[in-house]
C-alpha cells in the first residue's frame, strides 16, 4: 500500500476534524471530545505559542547577522525606523484626541480563550512567561541544617 503524502495527510485529519465537528453533537460524543479531545487540541496550541516568540527572535538574528558589512546594516536599520515612523505617525494623535477609529476592535468572543480557560491547573498556555513572572510552582522551605 502507497504512503499518503504530507499535503494529503493533512488534507484528511482536517476534513476529519470537521466532520467531527458536525457529528459529535448529534452522537453525544460532546463529553468524549470535551474530556480527551480538546486538551490535546489546546496543548498543540500552547505549544505553538510557546516556540512562536524564539523563532521570531532566532530569525530577525540570522537575518541581521547575514547582512554582509556595517554600511548595509546601518541603512537597513534606517529603513525600518523610517517605516515604523510612517506606520504610526497618527498613533500621537489617537492618543490625544481618542478617536474611535485608531483603536482596535476586540469584542469578538474567540472560542479558544474560553476553551483555554476551562484547561487543567497542569497545561500551563506559556510556562516560560509563568516562570518570568515568578508564577510557578512554589519553591518549598529548605529544611534547617544541623550543624
Known sequence: MRRLSQ?????????????????????????FTAAWIAPVGT???????????????????EGIAGVGNLGQLSRLGWRTVAYYIVLHRNHSRCHRYRHWHCHARTSWDFPLDTAASSLPAGIRANPCRTAAYGRGAPAEKPAPMDG
Open 7 to 31: 499535503p494529503r495527510r493533512i488534507l484528511v485529519g482536517f476534513l476529519a476534524g470537521i466532520l467531527w465537528s458536525l457529528l459529535h453533537p448529534a452522537l453525544g460524543w460532546g463529553a
Open 43 to 61: 496543548l498543540f496550541l500552547n505549544l505553538l505559542k510557546l516556540i512562536a516568540l524564539p523563532l521570531v527572535a532566532v530569525s530577525l538574528l
